[in-house]
């Protein structure tokens, strides 16, 4: 089973700065089968990335994935209030689906 | 618009069973593998089990084989999952979620809470 691993646990910015997150796999993902969901509190997950960069139907283009092998990265350009949520990264392989363990952005 | 709606969330004892469905609606059900991913509380996302289109193949985690079962019915528009021998750790909101290009989850429904205690 391929574990990932989010970084870091908490990112806390002020609106207007970039983040960056990071989820490194233990063995190398197909880059086809790698995804970002954001959870608001209270909300089910939404999809933003699939395919490590492609965005999902109505996702800003603030959000943008890129990465390859072992490490991928989530960027929000500008972070706007509305972004405060838990960001997972997941991948599929051998019929096994996996989740990070999430990524809280806390708005200063 | 694509809508999931799962119910049969409830208490139920350790060694207990429960049914979950999932009513789709706003595409094409039958053309679209979907799967189970849970969260148990203050806790982040666990993929459960995934249905082909047809039913015709099905995966589960290693912690539900031989208790859960995944299956649909493409007349109804709908997904179940039977869970058998229930544990605390199975306690969780259990999202169905439709699956997309590049084995993504697309959509997802409100999710049903399962909670099982004495």
């Known amino acids: 089973e391929i574990v990932l691993t989010q970084s870091p646990g908490t990112l806390s910015l002020s609106p207007g700065e970039r983040a960056t997150l990071s989820c490194r796999a233990s063995?190398?993902?197909?880059?086809?089968?790698f995804a970002w969901y954001q959870q608001k509190p209270g909300q089910a997950p939404r999809l933003l990335i699939y395919?490590?960069?492609s965005r999902a139907t109505g996702i800003p283009d603030r959000f943008s994935g890129s990465g390859s092998g072992t490490d991928f990265t989530l960027t929000i350009s500008r972070l706007e209030p509305e972004d405060l949520a838990v960001y997972y990264c997941?991948?599929?392989?051998?019929?096994?689906?996996?989740f990070g363990q999430g990524t809280k952005v806390e708005i200063k | 618009e694509v809508q999931l709606v799962e119910s049969g969330g409830g208490l139920v004892q350790p060694g207990g069973s429960l049914r979950l469905s999932c009513a789709a609606s706003?595409?094409?059900?039958?053309?679209?593998?979907m799967s189970w991913v849970r969260q148990a509380p203050g806790k982040g996302l666990e993929w459960v089990a995934n249905?082909?289109?047809?039913?015709?193949?099905?995966d589960y985690v290693d912690s539900v084989k031989g208790r859960f079962t995944i299956s649909r019915d493409n007349a109804k528009n709908s997904l179940y999952l039977q869970m058998n021998s229930l544990r605390a750790e199975d306690t969780a909101v259990y999202y169905c979620?439709?699956?997309?290009?590049?084995?993504?989850?697309?959509?997802w429904g409100q999710g049903t809470l399962v909670t099982v205690s004495s």
């Open positions: 979620a439709r699956g997309w290009v590049g084995a993504a989850f697309a959509y």
């Open positions: 706003g595409f094409t059900f039958s053309t679209s593998w």
């Open positions: 249905i082909k289109q047809d039913g015709s193949e099905k």
């Open positions: 063995q190398s993902v197909s880059s086809s089968h």
């Open positions: 395919g490590t960069s």
């Open positions: 997941q991948q599929y392989g051998s019929s096994l689906w996996t």
